[in-house]
T-cell receptor, first 113, second 115 residues
Framework: DTGVSQDPRHKITKRGQNVTFRCDPI?????LYWYRQTLGQGPEFLTY????????KSRLLSDRFSAERPKGSFSTLEIQRTEQGDSAMYLC???????????FGQGTRLTVV | GQQVMQIPQYQHVQEGEDFTTYCNSS?????IQWYKQRPGGHPVFLIQ?????EVKKQKRLTFRFGEAKKNSSLHITATQTTDVGTYFC???????????????FGQGTILTVHP
């Protein structure tokens, strides 16, 4: 297993376009998290899945953001009608139920122009 | 909402000097985790503290969890250039016996080490 992988690594999009990111967690991990990180800040929680169930979603998260984990394996994060303020690094992490340390992927860097 | 504050924001040290970063939560935590992020990299797990007053050591790194489970610290003895990076604490709340999944990260402390 190669750890948490995210695709794409970089995405440049025009304001108003929709984007979708994919995260493949460590295979035996049933917990999956999405975070957003801007320069000079710590990762900011977006949403959390346990298997296919989305158990938590940040109240700061706009309705333009949606995440899915349909089969309890990979997850997608979609941002509709992107805005310049959405420019950030989007990090995915996974963990097991027993050991709660989070393993992060390399992230997807989104630039909205 | 829950906040995790971390100080200092930056720390510049000469190689061989010690370094400490402090983390404070507005609410009691079920556990606290520490991560290191190298420039251009992603956060990498260092350690988790669960018990009140817990102290754990990893070679030159010493991690402490406060008695009230609302604060924590990371101390590095005799820093090396390989210690360069941003150190984040991340707390997990425990409300009503339920351990929520999310981690709330501090802003991080950026450590630079001059050789």
């Amino acid at each position: 297993d190669t750890g948490v992988s995210q695709d794409p690594r970089h995405k440049i999009t025009k304001r108003g376009q929709n984007v979708t990111f994919r995260c493949d967690p460590i295979s035996e991990h049933n917990r999956l998290y999405w975070y957003r990180q801007t320069l000079g800040q710590g990762p900011e929680f977006l949403t959390y899945f346990q298997n296919e169930a989305q158990l938590e979603k940040s109240r700061l998260l706009s309705d333009r953001f949606s995440a899915e984990r349909p089969k309890g394996s990979f997850s997608t994060l979609e941002i509709q009608r992107t805005e310049q303020g959405d420019s950030a690094m989007y990090l995915c992490a996974s963990s097991s139920m027993v050991n709660t340390e989070a393993f992060f992927g390399q992230g997807t860097r989104l630039t909205v122009v | 909402g829950q906040q995790v504050m971390q100080i200092p924001q930056y720390q510049h040290v000469q190689e061989g000097e010690d370094f400490t970063t402090y983390c404070n939560s507005s609410t009691t935590l079920s556990n606290i985790q520490w991560y290191k992020q190298r420039p251009g990299g992603h956060p990498v797990f260092l350690i988790q503290l669960v018990k009140s007053g817990e102290v754990k050591k990893q070679k030159r790194l010493t991690f402490r969890f406060g008695e009230a489970k609302k604060n924590s610290s990371l101390h590095i003895t005799a820093t090396q250039t390989t210690d360069v990076g941003t150190y984040f604490c991340a707390g997990k709340i425990n409300a009503g016996g339920t351990s929520y999944g999310k981690l709330t990260f501090g802003q991080g402390t950026i450590l630079t080490v001059h050789p």
